[in-house]
Nanobody
Framework: QVQLVESGGGLVQAGGSLRLSCAASGTIESINYMGWYRQAPGKQRDLVAASTSGGTLNYAESVQGRFTISRDNAKNTVYLQMNSLKPEDTAVYYC?????????????WGQGTQVTVSS
């Protein structure tokens, strides 16, 4: 059974940094897309950053230049380095990945990790 487990959230002051990690485990044949979304209270879940196995990176405009997504394919892990955090970055952050397992490809989601940025 495939699952994604996130870690690294917490409370930080504005201007600070956090690093989120997300590890995929289970009977994994391959992973293409891995990314991070976030959802603030009362708002929809939005893309923060994404990475394909081919090296293409995408970022939300609001985090460009502050957040960096990276992957360790040997560990099936994706990271999100968040610098210069702002109160508006406060949200639950979710990891997602398109994983091939048992010859089927589907999108998986982590349980979410809370990031709170105080002003």
């Amino acid at each position: 059974q495939v699952q994604l487990v996130e870690s690294g959230g917490g409370l930080v002051q504005a201007g600070g940094s956090l690093r989120l990690s997300c590890a995929a485990s289970g009977t994994i044949e391959s992973i293409n897309y891995m990314g991070w979304y976030r959802q603030a209270p009362g708002k929809q879940r939005d893309l923060v950053a994404a990475s394909t196995s081919g090296g293409t990176l995408n970022y939300a405009e609001s985090v460009q230049g502050r957040f960096t997504i990276s992957r360790d394919n040997a560990k099936n892990t994706v990271y999100l380095q968040m610098n210069s955090l702002k109160p508006e970055d406060t949200a639950v952050y979710y990891c997602t990945a398109d994983i091939r397992a048992n010859r089927l490809i589907r999108r998986y989601w982590g349980q979410g990790t809370q990031v709170t940025v105080s002003s």
